[in-house]
């Protein structure tokens, strides 16, 4: 076994093996603290699990490729909301009344292009500008959701499609539609940075940016594709979400982007960038919901739900850091 | 290839930076992108007073002085852990516990004795992410994101979830920090203004705030000058936990009772202050000075916009805007060039 290896194997495995920790953990414990007769390991509630992980795993995705790109993006929640408004209102548009059912991929389309354009406008601003992502999407994150308000001021958006909402209540081979947009959704992204030319640049852009400008790779257009991508990825999960409840307030989604960062770091994206993988982001939602459920489960307060996801995202830090720490390289200080 | 290097010796970058105009740091340019802070600050106000008389009022300045004195305290500390090069994103949620402590002490144990305690409180979660931070060497994002939630998910499980109220509100002192006045100013004002400039002289003209730009600016030159890193971030993250529980003892003073979630969301609206006075991301620059700017831009950008009859959310997408032209101006002038240096 080469040196390492060792180390390699338990970062990559970490976060499903802390999954199958939290599932027997919560399934003993449940034994004994649930109030509720029903195992915590059936399979409705795991199936209820991945559909309930569907709308912020669509967009820790996104958010995956963005970070190994070296770069963040803080407007997802308000790109989300934005996309909801857009897609609940255009339904009712007079333009379309007569189409009937035929509405529905109008509005999906309409929002998600609402979402691709939020996402141009900021990997261009990124791009041209050279002004840190942070900094950009900080400001866009006020911005967009300043627009979601200007759209219909303080009221919620409401229109409730019963074809929709039947296609987004439908279960295909015994998964929830909003599984089957996660499930492919990750298998796309996993091909894209995985098996072509723009993934494998998105990882050297993160990895060593100047190295990647001297080795001839265009780093502004990568970087703007991949807020493309996070942009329609956001309006995707507002679409999936949005098609079944038919409402939406002009704060939803806000602190989505700290839930979706939490999730991408839980699985094991380096913020700095050029490492990563879709798969254990994937890993990271499901800890996250698997988290909630259980400790709910087990009958604790849901308040204490935020205080223990944020302690191990603290934890998972330390831990990384103890197995990456290079011997003595380190600066004594 | 003696005429691929004659044309390259010739004309020195221009077959790349076609599109990147020069960019004069001298003359009214470079003042502009130098100075454009204070340059807007200027335009703001004189374009919201011609809109309305009402704006220069110094009941009206008055007023939202007093509105930003909340987020402006908190500025301050962040100002501290941005210039040593980290961020805090938790002073929100921080700020949400703090309120609700005081508020809750305040019946159980008096005022007098509530004040000190929460700060106690408040402290030591300061001083256990300047530990994570400085001593542990973990990056503050994340930190400082996990420590959000965890402080959220702290003040839930200490209120129970459920609103928290002083029982007397008119037979209190406690309510001199928000709502009386001192000399005809609000002590929410003068709180800040305390803060303020002891944080400013602190930050300006003690070894600590030379230490300070020094971490922030190249740590590891730091270290080998002799600069404990470790401790001058621990204490810059202690100095932002006071910060949070003045801005705390001010909001729940002014009010008497809280929400569990009255900071949520202001980590943000803290940081676009921040970075509006001009300090970098990466550390190393800002000063107290230009936060206590930035802090008023937004404010009277708010006043401003409601003052001529718009929404309160129109405010988002200028501040928006502000946000992006303010630091792109100020990396420009730095980089001498007003396009990013990406293909």
Redesign the interface.
């Known amino acids: 076994m080469e040196p390492g290896t060792l180390s390699t194997f338990l970062k990559r495995g970490a976060i499903w093996g802390f999954i199958v920790v939290e599932l027997l953990f919560f399934s003993i414990a449940g034994e004994f603290l649930s109030l509720s007769d029903k195992a915590f390991m059936d399979m409705d509630n795991m199936l209820l699990l991945f559909k309930q992980s569907a709308p912020i795993g669509i967009i820790a995705i996104g958010m995956t490729i963005i970070m190994i790109n070296g770069n963040i993006d803080?407007s997802v929640g308000a790109t989300f909301a934005l996309s909801a408004v857009v897609l609940l209102d255009s339904m009712t548009w007079p333009v379309f009344a007569g189409l009937g059912d035929g509405v529905i991929p109008i509005a999906w389309g309409l929002a998600l292009l609402t979402g691709i354009v939020l996402g141009a406008l900021n990997g261009l601003?990124v791009?041209?500008?050279?002004?840190?992502a942070?900094?950009?999407t900080?400001?866009?994150?006020?911005?967009?959701?300043?627009?979601v308000?200007?759209y219909n001021?303080e009221q919620p958006t409401s229109h409730l499609n019963w074809t929709l909402v039947d296609f987004a209540e439908a279960h295909f081979l015994g998964l929830h539609t909003a599984t089957w947009f996660l499930i492919a959704v990750t298998a796309v992204v996993w091909f894209v940075m995985n098996r072509t030319i723009h993934g494998r640049n998105a990882y050297a852009i993160g990895d060593n940016r100047t190295a990647a400008?001297n080795a001839g790779i265009?780093?502004?257009p990568h970087?703007m594709i991949n807020f493309m991508i996070i942009g329609f990825l956001a309006s995707l999960s507002a679409v999936v979400f949005y098609s079944e409840s038919g409402s939406v307030n002009p704060n939803d989604g806000?602190?989505y982007e700290?839930w979706v960062?939490?999730a991408v770091?839980l699985g094991g994206t380096k913020?700095t960038g050029g490492a990563g993988s879709v798969l254990s982001t994937l890993g990271g939602v499901i800890a996250i919901q698997l988290l909630r459920k259980g400790l709910g489960h087990i009958g604790a307060?849901t308040?204490?739900?935020?205080?223990?996801?944020?302690?191990?995202?603290?934890a998972v830090?330390?831990l990384d850091?103890q197995l990456n720490l290079k011997g003595k390289q380190e600066?004594r200080? | 290839m003696s005429d691929i290097s004659s044309k390259a010796a010739s004309h020195p970058g221009s077959s790349k930076d076609k599109s990147m105009k020069p960019f004069s740091l001298t003359g009214v340019g470079g003042f502009l992108a130098k100075q454009g802070i204070l340059v807007a600050f200027a335009v703001f106000i004189i374009g919201f007073t011609i809109a309305n008389q009402r704006f220069l009022d110094p009941d009206n300045i008055m007023g939202v002085v007093r509105s930003s004195a909340i987020l402006g305290v908190m500025a301050l500390g962040v100002t501290f852990v941005v210039i040593s090069g980290n961020l805090d994103l938790s002073v929100g949620s921080m700020m949400s516990f703090a309120t609700i402590v005081v508020l809750d002490l305040h019946d159980k144990l008096g005022p007098a004795l509530a004040i000190p305690s929460m700060y106690a409180m408040v402290l030591c979660l300061g001083a256990f992410i300047g530990f994570l931070v400085g001593y542990l060497k973990l990056n503050s994002l994340i930190v400082t994101l996990g420590m959000l939630s965890a402080i959220h998910g702290l003040t839930l499980t200490y209120s129970g979830g459920k609103n928290m109220d002083i029982a007397d509100k008119e037979g209190t002192w406690f309510s001199v920090f928000g709502q009386s006045t001192l000399l005809g100013i609000p002590v929410p004002i003068l709180l800040f203004a305390l803060v303020a400039s002891v944080l400013g002289i602190v930050l300006a003209k003690t070894p600590f705030g030379r230490k300070v730009y020094a971490v922030g600016g190249n740590g590891t030159a730091a270290t080998f000058s002799g600069i404990r890193r470790a401790r001058v971030v621990f204490t810059c993250y202690l100095l932002s936990a006071f910060c949070v529980g003045t801005a705390g003892l001010i909001q729940a003073s002014r009010s008497l009772g809280s929400q569990n979630t009255v900071g949520q969301g202001l980590e943000l609206e803290v940081l676009a202050a921040v970075i509006l006075g001009g300090a970098s991301l990466l550390g190393g620059s800002g000063t107290i000075f230009k936060t206590v700017i930035g802090v008023l831009i937004l404010g009277f950008i708010q006043n401003g916009l409601l003052l001529v009859g718009l929404q309160f959310y129109v405010q988002y997408v200028v501040t928006w805007i502000i946000i992006i032209l303010a630091v792109w101006l100020d990396i420009a002038a730095k980089r001498g060039k007003l396009w990013s240096p990406f293909a």
């Open positions: 803080l601003i791009w041209k500008t050279g002004v840190d942070f900094i950009v900080l400001g866009s994150m006020l911005g967009y959701r300043g627009l308000f200007m001021g400008i265009r780093v502004g970087m806000e602190l700290l960062i939490t770091v913020l307060d308040e204490t739900v935020n205080l223990v996801i944020g302690l191990i995202l603290i830090l330390f850091r600066l200080i």
